[in-house]
């Protein structure tokens, strides 16, 4: 395929920042994790863009450490829901505002 | 329109309808779906864009592993019905023109970016493959991968931790 490289990075721009307004706007804890790996992806579509225009299989491996490291997040993430939800009974994040557990 | 424009074009509105999709389905399972739904428009993306490996582990790891840890939470919690309706009532303008903001900033910034080539170079057959790919991984790569094995194997212990229910309060 070719296409201009920044037409990619704009829909790049576009995923990453429908992924900062479901930040912003959802209060269901597992939505807002949705929106935070929609980024990641956003990210990792432009690391691709510019691997295909530069030639350069960095870019590439660098997407794959990407996915390895949200994979972790995910699971350590998912846990802290679970546990949050096993004490509050509900995975609101405008419950979650005490540190006290 | 040359039909390279015209695939994208039909990928990208694909990608940006079911990312709009996901942010606002009032279920949480109609939401996990539909970001499957995006990644895997995004591993058609990458393969158009010679990087088979990667499509690759996007549609296992991505698409595959993860979203299935999402939906299976999203069911164990019974989360899937909560509103996303604001508690303030200046939740949803305000996202929105930060998000926007956000996006003003991004596009003037790539859009006025040095320009690259007009046209993209021509790659070779192997570009991306991987076999390409993986040996870099083991050659160049072969600390930031043992890393990368240590960091997985610490977040698996410390999700069990986490979860694992408190001494002497039985569930």
């Given at each position: 395929m070719n296409v201009p490289t920044a037409y990619l990075l704009m829909l790049a721009a576009v995923l990453f920042s429908i992924g900062v307004i479901g930040v912003l706007l959802r209060r269901n804890a597992i939505i807002v994790f949705m929106s935070i790996e929609l980024m990641t992806n956003a990210g990792n579509l432009a690391f691709i863009a510019f691997a295909r225009e530069l030639l350069s299989t960095a870019g590439q491996v660098f997407v794959f450490f990407t996915i390895a490291v949200a994979a972790a997040e995910v699971a350590v993430g998912l846990a802290l829901v679970v546990a949050i939800f096993r004490t509050k009974h509900s995975i609101d994040i405008d419950q979650m505002s005490s540190l006290k557990g | 329109m040359t039909p390279d424009l015209i695939l994208f074009a039909l990928i990208a509105v694909l990608a940006v309808g079911s990312a709009l999709a996901m942010l606002f389905s009032r279920n949480a399972v109609y939401s996990a779906l539909f970001l499957v739904f995006n990644f895997l428009v995004v591993a058609v993306l990458y393969l158009l864009l010679n990087a088979a490996f990667i499509a690759m582990v996007q549609v296992t790891v991505y698409a595959g592993a993860i979203m299935v840890l999402f939906l299976f939470v999203v069911m164990l919690l019974?989360?899937?019905?909560?509103?996303?309706?604001?508690?303030?009532?200046?939740q949803l303008p305000l996202a929105l023109i930060f998000g926007a903001a956000l996006l003003a900033v991004l596009g003037y910034m790539l859009l006025f970016r040095?320009?690259?080539?007009?046209s993209l170079p021509a790659v070779t057959a192997?570009?991306?493959?991987p076999a390409v790919v993986g040996s870099e991984l083991f050659r160049r790569y072969l600390v930031p991968i043992e890393i990368a094995s240590v960091l997985l194997l610490v977040s698996m212990v410390g999700a069990i931790v986490l979860t694992r229910p408190e001494k002497g309060k039985p569930e």
């Open positions: - | 019974g989360g899937e019905q909560i509103s996303g309706k604001p508690s303030t009532k200046w040095p320009a690259g080539a007009v192997d570009f991306g493959s």
